[in-house]
C-alpha cells in the first residue's frame, strides 16, 4: 500500500490510497476555496504521471467557492493517483548501494552485489529463509538510497526486509541496527540494543511474505508483506531519501541478510 504525499495540508482517502495535499478553507470569500483546491487537485495529479496531467486539469477547474473546491479537489486528485506511475521512474525501493564494507564471516549474495538487495523483496514467507540476500557480516553495513523519499505519514513509513524465518522455538532472527538520513551524512538511528526477544527496533526479526516472483503481497503494505516496520516520528526526522544498516557484532552467532528496502509512506525524490 505505497502512500503518496505532497504538500501538508488535508488528507484524502482515494479508495484504498490515501493522498495527503494542500485545501482551501469552507470559511474563504467565493471562489478562494474553489482555486485552493484546484491548486490541489493539480499537484496531487503531478504525481500521476500523464494521467495526472488530466487531474490536474480537472482539479483546476474546481471553482466557485467551497462547493467548487470540494469538487476541485475529488475530481482532480482521483484522476491524478489514475497515473500509471507516482512519479517520473520512481521506485519505492533502494536504486542504489552508495557505500558499504562486508564484514568477516559470511559472504553469500556478496559476489552479485548490489542487485539482491535493490528492488522488491523475494521473501521465503513464514518458515523458510529467502536465499535471494546479501550477508552483511559480522559487523558489515550498507548504505542505500531509497527510489521514492521516505516521508513521515501515518503508521509505519518503510520496510526492512531480511530473511528471518519462524522455528519450532520461535523465529530464527538476524539483529541489525537501521539509520536514516536525509542527506547522507547526518544519521538517526532507531534502537536496537536487546540480546534477546523482544527484538524491540532492531531489523532482521521478522519473517517476510511478499515475493516479486511467487506472489502478488503488496510490499509496500505492512499488514501483508512481512519485514520489520519503521516510523520515521520515532526518532524525530520527517523525511529521509537514506537507509543504513549495520549487522549486530556484539551479536557473534548469527549475521545480518539483507533482501531489500521498501517505502510505505514516500513523495518524488528529485534525483537527477
Known amino acids: 500500500?505505497?502512500?503518496?504525499?505532497?504538500?501538508?495540508?488535508?488528507?484524502?482517502?482515494?479508495?484504498?490510497?490515501?493522498?495527503?495535499?494542500?485545501?482551501?478553507?469552507?470559511?474563504?470569500?467565493?471562489?478562494?476555496?474553489?482555486?485552493?483546491?484546484?491548486?490541489?487537485?493539480?499537484?496531487?495529479?503531478?504525481?500521476?504521471?500523464?494521467?495526472?496531467?488530466?487531474?490536474?486539469?480537472?482539479?483546476?477547474?474546481?471553482?466557485?467557492?467551497?462547493?467548487?473546491?470540494?469538487?476541485?479537489?475529488?475530481?482532480g486528485g482521483a484522476q491524478g493517483?489514475?497515473?500509471?506511475?507516482?512519479?517520473?521512474?520512481?521506485?519505492?525501493?533502494?536504486?542504489?548501494?552508495?557505500?558499504?564494507?562486508?564484514?568477516?564471516?559470511?559472504?553469500?549474495?556478496?559476489?552479485?552485489?548490489?542487485a539482491p538487495v535493490l528492488g522488491p523483496p523475494r521473501g521465503g514467507g513464514c518458515c523458510q529463509g529467502s536465499l535471494d540476500v546479501t550477508s552483511l557480516g559480522l559487523g558489515g553495513w550498507v548504505i542505500l538510497e531509497m527510489g521514492d523519499t521516505i516521508v513521515d505519514g501515518p503508521g509505519p513509513d518503510f520496510l526492512v526486509f531480511e530473511n528471518a524465518f519462524e522455528h519450532s522455538g520461535g523465529v530464527f532472527a538476524e539483529p541489525a541496527t537501521v539509520a536514516v538520513s536525509h542527506d547522507g551524512e547526518q544519521w538517526l538511528e532507531f534502537p536496537c540494543t536487546a540480546s534477546e526477544p523482544p527484538w524491540g527496533a532492531c531489523a532482521g526479526v521478522s519473517p517476510v511474505y511478499a515475493n516479486a516472483d511467487t506472489n502478488s503481497l503488496d510490499p509496500t503494505d505492512p499488514t501483508v508483506a512481512g519485514g520489520d516496520a519503521y516510523d520515521l516520528a520515532a526518532v524525530g526526522l520527517t523525511e529521509a531519501r537514506f537507509v543504513k544498516i549495520t549487522d549486530r557484532a556484539d551479536i557473534t552467532s548469527t549475521v545480518f541478510d539483507l533482501d531489500a528496502v521498501a517505502v510505505v509512506n514516500g513523495a518524488c525524490s528529485g534525483r537527477e
Open 1 to 75: 500500500m505505497r502512500h503518496f504525499i505532497s504538500a501538508l495540508g488535508c488528507a484524502l482517502s482515494l479508495g484504498a490510497l490515501p493522498v495527503v495535499t494542500s485545501c482551501g478553507s469552507g470559511s474563504e470569500p467565493d471562489g478562494g476555496a474553489g482555486g485552493s483546491a484546484g491548486q490541489a487537485g493539480a499537484g496531487v495529479g503531478a504525481l500521476g504521471g500523464s494521467a495526472g496531467q488530466a487531474g490536474g486539469a480537472a482539479g483546476a477547474a474546481g471553482v466557485g467557492g467551497s462547493h467548487g473546491g470540494v469538487a476541485g479537489l475529488g475530481v
Open 81 to 114: 493517483i489514475g497515473g500509471a506511475a507516482g512519479c517520473d521512474g520512481s521506485t519505492p525501493f533502494a536504486v542504489r548501494a552508495v557505500s558499504h564494507e562486508f564484514g568477516v564471516g559470511q559472504t553469500h549474495g556478496q559476489a552479485s552485489f548490489p
